[in-house]
């Protein structure tokens, strides 16, 4: 009887041993799929970023007069970027087209004289930063950057 009772008792120990290894392997896969879901979020948040920033670099591009005045360059910060809890968006414009259409513009890639003069393409770069939000010393200064990048041709 007291080798039952002594078996029954290994029994019960190594099955709650078992059984904590298998919640400590639930609860860490758990915070690995957690960070990698923040992660997911923050980079589908940078292309939503990164195609509404083309939208607008149209739309300040077509507002100017190209023969005084270029859009060469967008800056914006969406909410504290540094902190790990925004964005940092950086828009660069290149022009080709006429020469006489874009001759206020210092950031030309080809200057075309035998074109229509109404013709005029802009290479638009949008770079959207964020850091990871769930980086352990997130208020680093050399906490890495990571970056999403975008390239639109676009006719104006």
């Known amino acids: 009887m007291r080798l039952k ?26 915070s690995i799929i957690s960070k990698s879901g923040g992660l997911q979020y923050q980079r589908e948040q940078a292309m939503i970023l990164a195609r509404s920033y083309t ?3 149209v ?3 077509e507002g100017n007069d190209r023969s005084v005045n270029c859009t060469q360059e967008i800056n ?10 925004g964005y940092r968006v950086k828009v660069l ?5 006429n020469q006489n ?11 075309l004289n035998n074109t229509d003069p109404d013709t005029l393409t802009a290479i638009i770069d949008v770079y959207v930063k964020y850091k990871d939000s769930q ?3 997130i208020t680093n200064t050399n906490t890495p950057w990571q970056t999403y990048h975008r390239r639109s041709i676009q006719k104006i």
């Open 5 to 30: 009772k002594a078996f029954s008792l290994l029994v019960a120990i190594f099955t709650i041993l078992l059984l904590s290894l298998v919640a400590t392997y639930i609860f860490y896969a758990s």
């Open 55 to 57: 939208e607008y670099a």
């Open 59 to 61: 739309m300040a591009i």
């Open 76 to 85: 914006a910060d969406i909410g504290s970027p540094n902190i790990g809890q």
């Open 93 to 97: 414009i290149s022009y080709i087209g």
């Open 101 to 111: 259409y874009i001759n206020g513009c210092s950031n030309k890639i080809a200057q």
């Open 135 to 137: 980086h352990p010393d």
